[in-house]
T-cell receptor, first 116, second 117 residues
């Protein structure tokens, strides 16, 4: 499975957009990009995922480059409650095969601080 | 729905003691997982299960055993605790056969903080 590279930390002003980058230059054609976040002392929380196309849900938007070697998670209007560690993960295929989740590589993520 | 719950939330053990961590999910998920998280390291998979009565080893299985006698429960056991097992333990579940837009995502519990002295 492809590994990912994320900045160690980022700052964002409250109310502004937070753009979190992720490099996954060795991603394969059948690997999805997943984003999770972990608020201090809590379990990780799913945010969004995508394969090729840009995706948007109520929490965030995911922009994947055309060559799929990098992506950006966008929190359109960051709030103080968005302060967390954000993980970018690539994973083969669908989770119908639990072995795919077995291969997940959870790095250290990006620590996002949203400031008032 | 309560989602994924874990008990206990905190526990302090002495070296050599045993304990069991309980994970329960009410989402009818097929798959369940146990992770540990240590400072300066990402989540590491200990064991996982693809269904009732089945378990498999993850990345760091040594020193742990698991059981999944019921679909909704996944137990993690430490037979003889060691200080190296001091960590935060997270349980997760995923995949519902009934489908839905988030069927492939993992849902995590709140964690158990374990200290082994």
């Amino acid at each position: 499975d492809a590994k990912t590279t994320q900045p160690t930390s980022m700052d964002c002003a409250e109310g502004r957009a937070a753009n979190l980058p992720c490099n996954h230059s060795t991603i394969s054609g059948n690997e999805y990009v997943y984003w999770y976040r972990q608020i201090h002392s809590q379990g990780p929380q799913y945010i969004i995922h995508g394969l090729k196309n840009n995706e948007t849900n109520e929490m965030a938007s995911l922009i994947i480059t055309e060559d799929r070697k990098s992506s950006t998670l966008i929190l359109p209007h960051a709030t103080l409650r968005d302060t967390a560690v954000y993980y970018c993960i690539v994973r083969v295929g669908k989770a119908r095969n639990a072995g795919n989740n077995r291969k997940l590589i959870w790095g250290l993520g990006t620590s996002l601080a949203v400031n008032p | 729905n309560a989602g994924v719950t874990q008990t206990p939330k905190f526990r302090v053990l002495k070296t050599g003691q045993s304990m069991t961590l309980l994970c329960a999910q009410d989402m009818n998920h097929e798959y369940m997982y146990w992770y540990r998280q240590d400072p300066g390291m990402g989540l590491r998979l200990i064991h996982y299960s693809v269904g009732e009565g089945t378990t498999a080893k993850g990345e760091v299985p040594d020193g742990y055993n698991v059981s999944r006698l019921k679909k909704q429960n996944f137990l993690l056991g430490l037979e003889s605790a060691a200080p190296s097992q001091t960590s935060v333990y997270f349980c997760a579940s995923s995949y519902s056969r009934s489908g839905g837009p988030e069927r492939d995502t993992q849902y995590f519990g709140p964690g158990t903080r374990l200290t082994v002295l």
